[in-house]
């Protein structure tokens, strides 16, 4: 039996699966972090609530997984950093990745329309859906995709705000170093 994956250490969870993905990689005090470094990680991130509910019980944390999930977020990274035009060897490369699955649409035994995913291999499963939600958050609204304003952070949030003009990862982190180094230039001018 194994013992149950380590509690995620990450700064900024809960955001939707793509951005989760690309924020497996943060920059705190202690320096520079990578939850995916090896499969324990992976097991932690496979864990989170959000990404269990999205990829389901089937993705194993092991090597294949972890390899083909690394490529997804390397391909994601790129597509984040140029939003307006995207690179087309990065949309080449995701739509390699979502040729693994697709979406299969049929009626469910109470006559109601369903969607089915169906995976060419069980260690597509998390690169998949990671790519396939990037299709949903591009189809809704792109520019609420967007880099904490912090130039030291290296986080990506979908801003639900009401004005969307969120600016941070966190208020707590990097708002409050944001406010207190506005705070200590004022007073060190007056």
């Not at 990065?90 to 299969?104: H, K, M, Q, T």
């Amino acid at each position: 039996m194994q013992p149950p994956p380590a509690s995620d250490p990450r700064p900024l969870t809960g955001e939707p699966l793509s951005l989760d993905l690309l924020n497996t990689r943060w920059i705190d005090a202690d320096g520079a972090h990578d939850l995916l470094d090896g499969t324990g990680g992976l097991a932690v991130w496979l864990a989170g609530s959000p990404v269990r509910e999205t990829v389901g019980a089937e993705a194993v944390a092991d090597r294949e997984t972890l390899d083909r999930l690394l490529r997804t977020r390397g391909i994601l990274d790129t597509l984040v950093a140029s939003p307006g035009e995207p690179d087309p060897t990065a949309v080449r490369a995701l739509n390699e990745v979502l040729a693994y699955g697709r979406i299969r649409r049929e009626l469910d035994p109470a006559g109601q329309p369903t969607s089915v995913v169906e995976i060419a291999s069980p260690a597509w499963i998390p690169s998949w859906h990671a790519a396939e939600d990037w299709l949903r958050l591009m189809g809704e609204r792109p520019d609420r995709v967007r880099a904490c304003a912090n130039g030291d952070c290296v986080l990506h949030f979908y801003d639900v705000s009401k004005n969307g003009a969120r600016r941070w990862c966190s208020m707590a982190g990097c708002g409050n170093r944001a406010k207190a180094q506005r705070h200590y230039a004022r007073h060190r001018t007056a």
